[in-house]
């Protein structure tokens, strides 16, 4: 199935270097997501006949499979290779907002370079914040695209000065027959930073889409240059099949201050870094359209595995609660879309992987009280990334003192469920709001 029709959000990671690539090839994309790749055509030769060949190595190592190649860098030949290929979506622009800037005098030469990259996407070349200009380009474009048979599908590009621009902007690619459309000049350059841009305004990035989309309910927009985890629910809820993301490589610490360039050692742990932070703040949300974050809270239990050694949270309670819940959720690892607070007499607030050790400590009124702050602090920032729209609480009166100050986290847009009654008629309570929620 295609993107277009697979009604999802997909993150791109932008890569003009092989160490890049390498991070991503190394990911584990867990089945039923996809990534991108988001590259420019300013690169050299070399990189693009690795983009072309992306995901096979560039070398004789293989990171998807974590040995040196069997198949002599042959996709054909690796199944692996072949699985990994189809969660992989590559985007090229023209370079045009590189520090050379395009470097192509025609749309033949430029769209010569994308054939050559086989990336999947190719983006027109457009001008910052100049909408009459983008769509003389846009013209000249689409015109150079239909003279011969392309590899890849052509992108717009909406600019634009105010949100009036953009709309016209939009509204007269879509005229001319672009059928894929990006959004983009919604970025400024940080100042004294070479590494990241910015969001010039959050308020008018979130009305430019959201304003497109209720003008073209169905169609396919890219938000250029404009990812980030804490915003990848609003482009979800926004129905944005796209946006990229720069700062992804810089997120790490270097560990060794006096590493040498070309230590081994030193790249390993920084590209596992990378891995990592993409694994935990990106792959694990979730890219499905029509399903929103959901949240349930609930108290830890009395009943608890024996373990002397700590294990995560959603094993340690044994309650009936919990008993419930497992059978509705079977990997709370890579969840999408349904999160799980715990209200713990010791720890807080916990999601269910965060490890603990046994304890025994009940939850009152004067606990409740001294947890209060924090656990509104968690709940405050859990929500903030993503914008529940479903929430149920299960709790008593005790812990309820502990959540004081949560309908001020929650907004009108929030549906907010509470179980009220007897423990057996809060399970039922439970059973029947699981069930009636899509978890998919």
């Not at 009220?420 to 009636?436: A, T, V």
Request: proline share 2%; aromatic share 12%.
């Amino acid at each position: 199935m295609s993107w277009e029709k697979e009604n999802k959000f997909i993150p791109f990671f932008v890569a003009d270097r092989q160490a890049s690539l390498r991070i991503l090839r190394g990911l584990d994309v867990p089945d039923g997501k996809k990534i991108g790749i988001m590259t420019h055509a300013n690169t050299s030769d070399n990189f693009k006949n690795v983009v072309a060949r992306f995901p096979c190595s560039e070398n004789e190592y293989c990171e998807i499979i974590g040995t040196n190649c069997p198949c002599n860098k042959n996709i054909i030949n690796c199944i692996p290779g072949q699985q990994y290929a189809r969660k992989i979506i590559k985007i090229s622009d023209s370079g045009v907002f590189t520090k050379e800037g395009c470097m192509f005098d025609n749309y033949d030469q430029l769209f010569e370079q994308y054939d050559k990259m086989k990336v999947d996407y190719g983006i027109m070349i457009d001008y910052l914040k100049d909408k009459e200009e983008t769509l003389r380009s846009a013209e000249l474009a689409l015109e150079t695209y239909r003279e011969e048979q392309r590899s890849f599908k052509l992108i717009g590009v909406a600019q634009g000065n105010s949100l009036d621009e953009y709309i016209e902007c939009y509204k007269e690619l879509k005229k001319l027959g672009f059928e894929h459309v990006a959004v983009g000049g919604l970025l400024e350059k940080r100042e004294n930073s070479v590494r990241y841009v910015r969001i010039r305004n959050e308020s008018f990035l979130s009305e430019v889409l959201k304003k497109i989309r209720e003008i073209d309910p169905d169609g396919w927009i890219f938000a250029l240059g404009s990812y980030a985890p804490s915003r990848h629910y609003n482009f979800l809820e926004t129905g944005v099949q796209g946006s990229d993301y720069k700062g992804w490589i810089f997120q790490y610490t270097k560990l060794n201050e006096n590493a040498k360039k070309g230590d081994l050692e030193a790249r390993n742990s920084r590209f596992e870094q990378v891995r990592s932070y993409i694994s935990n703040n990106i792959l694990a949300k979730k890219q499905s359209f029509g399903t929103w974050p959901k949240l349930m809270i609930l108290p830890c239990s009395k009943r608890k595995m024996d373990a002397q050694y700590k294990i995560p949270a959603i094993d340690r309670y044994e309650g009936q609660y919990f008993r419930i819940i497992k059978k509705y959720i079977s990997d709370f690892s890579n969840n999408d879309g349904f999160d799980v607070a715990i209200l713990s007499a010791k720890y807080g607030l916990l999601q269910p992987m965060d490890e603990i050790h046994d304890y025994d400590l009940k939850m009152n009124d004067s606990i409740a009280a001294s947890l209060n702050e924090s656990i509104i602090e968690k709940l405050a920032s859990m929500n903030k990334e993503k914008q529940y729209k479903e929430v149920a609480i299960n709790l008593g009166k005790s812990y309820f003192k502990a959540i004081d100050g949560y309908d001020d986290i929650f907004g009108k847009s929030t549906e907010l469920t509470i179980f009220e009654g007897k423990i057996g008629e809060r399970q039922q309570q439970m059973i029947n709001w699981l069930e009636n929620i899509s978890l998919s």
